[in-house]
Antibody, heavy 120, light 107 residues
């Protein structure tokens, strides 16, 4: 059974940093692209970033809304996906999900999400 | 970016009824549309991809149709577990983008 479990969320002040983790199991993590997606209350999900697999050199892509502030990475030895978030803003407040790609641009499994609140 | 517009935003129905949810893309996305179901406390569930292909485990009462810019998710003979939020997402081009969602409520 595929499982994705996010952690690392919480309350952080504007300008602060947070690192999210996503522990994966039930599939060969190293073979798949992985994404981070967020959803603010009452809004549509927003794709943030994805990281390709080793076969595609672990290259990354970012939504312009977070490019330069967020960094995606992965550890295929531990089956963990990360999102380092810096210079956080109030508008980054959302539930953050990790998701497994089925093919390049859609997602066949999602985690349950972790809440990030940016507030003073 | 491709803008995705869903309608209606809210929909009320009773078990046993059939409903349709629409999704419109701002430009042609060929057949590449996915539908997801979101329920409180549960992970989002992929229902359909490539417009009409059911993900493994999706009940046959769900169906997807459309191509180009206009797509429809139809749920026939609604079951109690079908009530929740539904989102469309284009997977034709980067970046992937989502519709605003449709809340399917019990009438």
């Amino acid at each position: 059974e595929v499982k994705l479990l996010e952690s690392g969320g919480g309350l952080v002040q504007p300008g602060g940093s947070l690192r999210l983790s996503c522990a994966a199991s039930g599939f060969t993590f190293a073979d798949f692209y992985m994404s981070w997606i967020r959803q603010s209350p009452g809004k549509a999900p927003e794709w943030l970033s994805f990281i390709r697999n080793k076969a595609n050199s672990y290259t990354t892509e970012y939504n312009p809304s977070v490019k330069g502030r967020f960094t995606i990475s992965r550890d295929d030895t531990q089956n963990v996906l990360y999102l380092q978030m810096n210079t956080l803003r109030a508008e980054d407040t959302a539930i953050y999900y990790c998701a497994k790609h089925r093919t390049v641009y859609y997602f066949d499994y999602w985690g349950q999400g972790v809440m990030v609140t940016v507030s003073s | 970016d491709v803008q995705m517009t869903q309608s209606p935003s809210n929909l009320a129905a009773s078990p046993g009824e059939s409903v349709s949810i629409n999704c419109k893309a701002s430009k042609s996305i060929s057949k590449y549309l996915a539908w997801y179901q979101q329920k409180p406390g549960k992970a989002n569930k992929l229902l359909i991809y490539s417009g009409s292909t059911l993900q493994s485990g999706t009940p046959s009462r769900f169906s997807g149709s459309g191509s180009g810019t206009d797509f429809t998710l139809t749920i026939r003979n609604l079951e109690p577990e079908d009530f929740g939020l539904y989102y469309c997402q284009q997977h034709n081009e980067y970046p992937p983008t989502f519709g605003g969602g449709t809340k399917l409520e019990l009438k």
